[in-house]
Each structure stands twice: as C-alpha cells, then as structure tokens.
C-alpha cells in the first residue's frame, strides 16, 4: 500500500513562496511518476505539475510555468513543490499523487493520493 502525506501549506501575501512536501511511504516511491493537483473550492481538480520517475523528465500546465518547480528525492521518498510568485488565483487545496505517466492531467489516471494541503495566497 502507498501512503501520501502533504504539508507546506499556509497562508501568504501575493508574491511569497511556499515549498509543500510530500512523503510517500513504502519502498516503491522511485517507480513511480509524481504529480501535484490543485481544487479551489467549487471548481474541480486540476493537474499541476508533474515529475518522472527518475526526476529527468517534469511538465507544467501553462499557468504555473516559470513561477513553480517540482523535484524530488528517492533516498528520502520525497516529492517537493518550490511556489514563487504566488497570486491569489493559486488559492487551493493541493494534492500530491503517484502514478505511471507524469504528464497526464487526467486525475483518473493517477493511482494514489494524498489528503491535501491548503494554500491561501492573500492579494
């Protein structure tokens, strides 16, 4: 079983950063291609970003490109998400997950989630 856990998240002003993490548990973390979504209340989930298994390959939807960087460190079965330039449109849940194709933006295709982390960018 894979088990996700997010945090990072919070409350900031219009132009900070935030770095969420996101801990995924069991042995099987560097298999796995990773992905961040985001849902603002009301609105359905949307794909982020997304990382490679290996880490070489990443993708981002047009809207955080430039301002957001994925990584991640298989020794420590860790996913990150380093947000620049926040504005207050970036206002969501977010929510890591794991599958097999990294730039799919299809919540449907990813496996495994995580319960989210709540990041409120203030104008």
């Known amino acids: 079983q894979v088990q996700l856990v997010e945090s990072g998240g919070g409350l900031v002003q219009a132009g900070g950063s935030l770095r969420l993490s996101c801990v995924v548990s069991g042995r099987t973390f560097r298999t796995y291609a990773m992905g961040w979504f985001r849902q603002a209340p009301g609105k359905e989930r949307n794909f982020v970003c997304g990382?490679?298994?290996?880490?070489?390959?990443?993708y981002y939807t047009v809207s955080v490109k430039g301002r957001f960087t994925i990584s991640r460190d298989n020794a420590k079965n860790t996913l990150y998400l380093q947000m620049n330039g926040l504005k207050p449109e970036d206002t969501a849940v977010y929510y890591c997950?794991?599958?097999?194709?990294?730039?799919?933006?299809?919540?449907?295709?990813?496996?495994?989630w995580g319960h989210g982390t709540q990041v409120t960018v203030s104008s």
């Open positions: 997950a794991a599958g097999r194709y990294y730039a799919s933006g299809r919540p449907s295709d990813w496996n495994y």
């Open positions: 990382i490679s298994d290996s880490g070489g390959s990443t």
